[in-house]
């Protein structure tokens, strides 16, 4: 079983990653369950949501201690909640920044990662520029999928136009390939 | 057709798949996207001349599907924690009228302290209110029970509860066997009353009675949850044939046979024990778990029947009748009284608090060693509880203790640098 724990704020779209991320596995054949742990829901809170996913029928109903995977839509949470809790040494962590893991104070402690599972992704910026708005989960999707190989791109785009038909859908596809590229190409 | 939605679409659907006539309900968290779900199937036309009736509280929710019901409609609503409170003298009217109405409770802790997360204290409050409650391990079991709902409601003119828990099943996307249109209208009948309003055949519902007939007329609510406990095996197993998978049923057994140990529990929990039974289990401790799928009617005899044979008996529920313990556990003793065998309570996930595998295999190892208070507070810190009665203590005003202990566990910070 691969578990992700996605950590956010209230309107940035964490739930709805989780969901999106549990439908491109599912089409892709596997079994997945994505469910919230909504604070009060409020605009700005701080929000986290949860995606597991196995090759069987998942039973499991506690939420993410133990990450396999993290992926951080905020950085202005990492003095406010216990971001890090369960993640072990092999685990893949993805922030969303254009700053550098030095810059965030967070030198010291990603070197007990493999490099190739230590990803960040300017998605706010991939999201304004082919949606309009501020929204990385999309994004943080496309390079969760470069960085983790477990659900391809496709799969990704899939779910996201699935999820936002039309317009909206194109632009966070769009910026979930420019983030997946951006990797692969790195 | 498979699909990858959330529990509260699934349920959604599956209640439109029943062809109700008449929904009525007021949203509350976590229900909300249910009925959300249904409001733009109907207005979509799908379900024809069915009609949704928004309300100003859960009060006037039960009340139009009760008024729908007696007119002989198939009618449905659903909700939550404090709206089924709100709703409660309605809900015993609708089971007292014998009206077949099902409603859907997105199980949530009641307050005060308010709370939005998920325990089973609101269905709890309403277990003796003559509904039926069935409780859903997972979404395609909630799918699963709707559909045998408005069969078991209509088959006996008595109302069904189906209990989804708030959030861990109603807001999580997995993945689900959404029936066929085709494959349910053959399953589920049209609805044909015991009663009805008709201006055709004029009947009043709803005499008072006294006490010369009072409790021949309880008796008969009671005879029929009675029924139910026959009809319940017998409609699981029709759903089995007709759509190939077990769901349903009175409860469901999971690796008892040789067990010492059998944990006892209703929804969603059950999986995470599963896990923790198939674990243990490879590390040789005999413990297998039994799922109660309906808690009204009891079934006292397929309880005692399929845990006469354990040593011990573990009760974990999500529930606490204060002054008292375990709701459920105490269910479970009058199924094995005239036994010796310990019924364990376990007290877990009181208004969302996570109930995790690791907690579960320390307390099944505890119980397999009969060293467990009865009850036991799963994850309890005692230490915030000893430091809020010591301020009780120390000073007359010691002020509001929800406040009290907010401000004791303070935030929690990300323990870097």
Known sequence: MFQVRIHGRGGQGVVTSAEMLSVAAFTEGRHAQAFPSFGSERMGAPVMAFCRIDEKE???????????????????????????????????????????????????????FPPHHLCTVAATEFALKHLGRPLPNAALLGAFSAITA???????????????????????AAAAAEAYDSIRTN | MLKQIEGSQAIAEAVALCR??????YPITPQTHIVEGLSAIVRSGKLGSCQFINVESEFAAMSAVIGASAAGARAYTATSSQGLLYMAEAVYNASGLGLPIVMTVGNRAIGAPINIWNDHSDSMAMAASGWIQLFAESNQEAIDLHIQAFRLA?????????????????????????????????????FEPVQMLDPREPVSIGAMVGPEAFMEVRYLAHHKQLQAIDAIPTLSADFAAAFGRNSGDLVAPYRTEDA?????????????????????????????????VSFRPFPLARLRAALEGAARVVVLEKNLALGLGGIVASNVRMALRGLRTPVYTVIAGLGGRPITKASLRRVFAEAADDDLEDPYFLDLDWQVVDRELARAKETRRSGPVAENILRDLGLVGSHIG
């Open chain 1, 58 to 112: 998942i039973r499991l109903r506690e939420p993410v201690m133990t990450p396999d995977a993290l992926i951080v839509q905020d950085t202005t949470l990492l003095h406010q909640v216990d971001l890090f809790s369960g993640l072990d040494t092999r685990g893949y962590l993805l922030i969303n920044t254009r700053r550098k893991y030095s810059d965030l104070g967070l030198g010291d402690y990603v070197t007990r």
């Open chain 1, 150 to 172: 477990r659900v391809s791109l496709a799969s990704v785009q899939a779910a996201i136009q699935e999820k936002f038909p039309g317009a909206v859908g194109e632009g966070n």
């Open chain 2, 20 to 25: 109700p006539e008449v929904i009525s309900a």
């Open chain 2, 154 to 190: 209509e088959q006996l003119s008595v109302p069904v509860m189906v209990c989804v828990d708030g959030f861990i099943l109603t807001h999580a996307y997995e993945r689900v066997d959404v029936p066929a249109p085709e494959q349910v209208e053959q399953f589920l009948p049209p």
């Open chain 2, 260 to 292: 010492e140990t059998v944990v006892v529990a209703l929804g969603s929990v059950i999986g995470s024990i599963k896990d923790t039974v198939d674990e243990l289990r490879e590390e040789g401790m005999k413990i297998g778990a039994l799922k109660i």
